[in-house]
């Protein structure tokens, strides 16, 4: 406390080791060349040249660190005779900025308005170690080689308000939000700050970097314990309490520039950020930022779908089997249906299909045997997969239907002079429509629906056979991507089975099945045709469909993720050669999408027409591949 030539020390020194680890942006804690507990002394002339003299010596040892730096200091405005709390803005030895306190507590240890006046609507020059400086309590810094980088500054009881400066800011185009900060350590109150953080992150849609003072600035009744806390949209990506140093990670940019884009209402009606910043007065000034490859401390999902803590993921599975059971509910009720037809195949699809619309049918109060399931064995039916759909009907309690499509697959083929032996796409393709024939007629004869079983991967890549296993009356899966679905079903099998131990065990069987079509004549008894080899790794697929749809990243960056996710599972070029297969896929099988029928939204990714996912069905891909190919 009141030893600015110390922490001036302390902070050059600190921020030496930013940069070295990499780092651009930096926040620093409240009031820090001084600090925050100095109470009257901030009155005293001595202490407010020593914090300039400080702010100097800061400026001239870090002139050529290439990295925005946030700096709390006193500052006497001469021309009105007031004292401010604020955070000074530095870079390459230069202040871009110098930003005040707006909201000056008076409570409780924090009446700072014996000392500081409010810097709300200031917009001034200032007079600060040499150098004309913009001191406005409305400004933010927009980088002149990344534009979506633009930062915001506020100062700790700011965010406490009801009306923190960061919702103006962010509501003008800040993307980072700084706050110099100075709280106090009391029981329970850590817990709250970190509440506000995440939240205001969340609200503003932005990058929160958040710093505490530390603990040497425990004095007399307070004690201080250096809370620093990074979050993006929601999320907490680091923190650091009852300790000193660097607290770093890096925020995702292109992820909240892309979330605000697609939120029409983040900004007032009718008004662009530009617009709003100058109706409100806020300054924008720019800087300059060398570009660099950043190191990825963050850690990143293989499986961006499933949760990866066992609890949150049971949780998760819960909620989807309720909301994509709640969604049949509803279409059971208003169609009056009285069945509801599977085709159930003892793969992993059908099996979630008819997993859901058992909860469906306790939740109508009507009976299992209501669940129609037909199974359909045709060339590439394996034992294996045929025993497990009887036997799932069976410990489900739904009524078994068998319907062996095989010789009416042979007439058609007859009929339109298709040879057996040429398994090319329509020997696979006419097996998939006549099964498709088999469950509508069905239902029609039983007064029922259709349960649609194809995933959303499938519906990415477009594995489904075009008015065959595309097409149902309500496609319940139509939301859930594959690696999620064996998630849910791994999840019924072991907590929902309950004593059923015989169920658990067709369950756990159909888990340890290859996912095929079985629409190629097995060999020797065994699955011929495997989906993974063909249309590649699905684990793959979901992370791709995640970044590339739900957050709208480039081919470069989402292979810069897969690296990271993947890296000890596949090779750069394996990587590379799915992705393209995605993009290839994805593009060309949208006209797929565009027709496909009502399915229940689980998750905040749907492929659905008629809100989720618009794209023209003959869209071309050859942008996103030409940037792939650039990458080999």
């Not at 306190?101 to 007079?127: H, M, Q, V």
């Not at 970190?194 to 004690?223: F, W």
């Not at 499933?306 to 049971?314: N, W």
């Amino acid at each position: 406390m009141a030893d600015p030539r110390y922490n001036a020390e302390q902070i050059f020194t600190l921020m030496r080791e930013a940069d070295r680890q990499g780092v651009r942006i930096l926040c620093l804690p409240e009031l820090c060349l001084t600090g925050y507990t100095c109470g009257d002394l901030f009155l005293q002339p001595t202490l407010l040249k020593g914090a300039e003299e400080g702010l100097s010596t800061i400026l001239e040892a870090t002139k050529n660190l290439d990295m925005l730096t946030a700096v709390g200091l006193p500052y006497w405005h001469k021309f009105d005779n007031k004292l401010y709390n604020c955070a000074a803005l530095i870079h390459k030895g230069n202040i871009v900025g110098l930003i005040p306190k707006t909201y000056i507590p008076n409570y409780g240890e924090f009446c700072e308005n014996r000392w500081f006046a409010s810097g709300k609507d200031i917009d001034a020059l200032a007079s600060l170690c040499d150098r004309q400086v913009h001191f406005c309590s409305k400004l933010i810094w927009e980088c002149d080689e990344l534009p979506e980088l633009v930062v915001g500054v506020e100062i700790c009881e700011d965010l406490w308000t009801p009306q923190p400066p960061s919702i103006t800011l962010a509501r003008t185009g800040a993307t980072v939000i700084l706050n110099l900060s100075a709280s106090s350590e009391l029981a329970g109150k850590a817990e709250l700050r970190r509440k506000l953080v995440t939240s205001q992150s969340a609200q503003c849609v932005c990058g929160y970097v958040y710093a505490a003072a530390g603990e040497g600035e425990s004095t007399t009744d307070l004690v201080f314990a250096g809370h620093n806390m990074i979050a993006e949209n929601g999320a907490l990506l680091a923190q650091r309490r009852f300790a000193t140093g660097l607290t770093v990670s890096e925020l995702d940019l292109g992820r909240l520039t892309h979330l605000r884009r697609r939120m029409n209402t983040f900004t007032q009606p009718e008004t662009t950020p530009m617009e709003a910043a100058q109706a409100i007065g806020i300054n924008r000034a720019f800087f300059s930022l060398t570009p660099s490859l950043t190191t990825l401390t963050r850690g990143v999902s293989p499986s961006p779908f499933v949760p990866q803590d066992e609890a949150l993921r049971s949780e998760r599975c819960e909620e989807i089997l309720k909301i994509a059971a709640l969604g049949l509910k509803k279409r059971l009720e208003h169609t009056d249906a009285k069945t509801c037809v599977i085709g159930l195949s003892g793969g992993l699809d059908s099996t979630l299909a008819i997993l859901i619309t058992a909860v469906a049918m306790k939740l109508l109060d009507r009976p299992a045997s209501d669940m129609i399931a037909v199974t359909m064995p045709c060339f590439g039916t394996t034992r294996r997969t045929r025993s497990n759909a009887e036997l799932l009907a069976e410990h489900m309690g739904a009524t078994l239907k068998v319907v062996d499509v095989g010789e009416a697959v042979k007439v058609h083929f007859r009929d339109i002079g298709q040879s057996m032996e040429d398994q090319d796409v329509t020997f696979e393709n006419a097996q998939a429509r006549e099964r498709t024939q088999v469950l509508m007629d069905i239902a029609n004869q039983t007064g029922g629906l259709v349960i649609g079983t194809g995933d959303l991967s499938e519906l990415a890549l477009g594995w489904c056979t075009y008015n065959g296993d595309h097409m149902s009356m309500y496609a319940v899966n139509a939301g859930i991507p594959k690696t999620l679905v064996r998630h849910l079903v791994r999840y019924v099998a072991g907590d929902k089975a309950g004593e059923d131990q015989a169920l658990s065990e067709v369950l756990e069987d159909i888990l340890d099945t290859p996912v095929s079509p079985e629409l190629l004549p097995a060999v020797a008894g065994e699955i011929s045709q495997k989906t993974e080899d063909i249309v590649g790794p699905y684990e793959l697929h979901d992370f791709f469909l995640y970044y590339v749809v739900r957050w709208a990243f480039s081919p470069r960056k989402v292979l810069r993720l897969a690296e990271q996710a993947f890296g000890c599972s596949y090779d750069r070029a394996v990587l590379l050669k799915w992705l393209k297969n995605f993009y290839r896929r994805f593009f060309s099988q949208q006209f797929k999408r565009s027709c496909m029928p009502d399915g229940p939204k689980v998750g905040s990714l749907a492929l659905s027409p008629r809100g989720d996912w618009r794209m023209p069905s003959d869209a071309a891909a050859a942008l996103w591949l030409e940037e792939l190919e650039g990458l080999e």
